[in-house]
């Protein structure tokens, strides 16, 4: 059974930086796509960035590009979501969804491939 657990979410001041992590459990596939979302309360949840696990490509979503980065440590199977110069907009529900193979950018930001998600973990900025 695949199962993904974030941890790492906080409150923060606005110019601050967190660090979430997702680690995967019981996913047979080497290679795989990992996404992270996020959904503020009354908004529709968006992609904000992805990796495949098979070379490390990644990608982000405007709002967060320069500030945003994603990592992994195969060894650990956990991803995580480097968060620098966080503003109060990126006040949200944060989670991290695993997905077969490689994906476009486009669809790497979209939900709908996502067969597995973590249960999330909030990250409050405040200004």
């Known amino acids: 059974q695949v199962q993904l657990v974030e941890s790492g979410g906080g409150s923060v001041q606005a110019g601050g930086s967190l660090r979430l992590s997702c680690a995967v459990f019981g996913y047979t596939h080497s290679t795989y796509c990992v996404g992270w979302f996020r959904q503020a309360p009354g908004k529709e949840r968006e992609g904000v960035a992805t990796?495949?696990?098979?070379?490390?490509?990644?990608y982000y979503a405007d709002s967060v590009k320069g500030r945003f980065a994603v990592s992994q440590d195969n060894a650990k199977n956990t991803l995580y979501l480097h968060m620098n110069s966080l503003k109060p907009e990126d006040t949200a529900m944060y989670y991290c969804?695993?997905?077969?193979?490689?994906?476009?950018?486009?669809?790497?930001?979209?939900?709908?491939?996502?067969?597995?998600w973590g249960q999330g973990t909030q990250v409050t900025v405040s200004s």
């Open positions: 969804a695993a997905a077969y193979g490689f994906l476009s950018r486009e669809r790497s930001l979209l939900q709908y491939d996502y067969k597995y």
């Open positions: 990796i495949y696990t098979g070379g490390g490509s990644t």
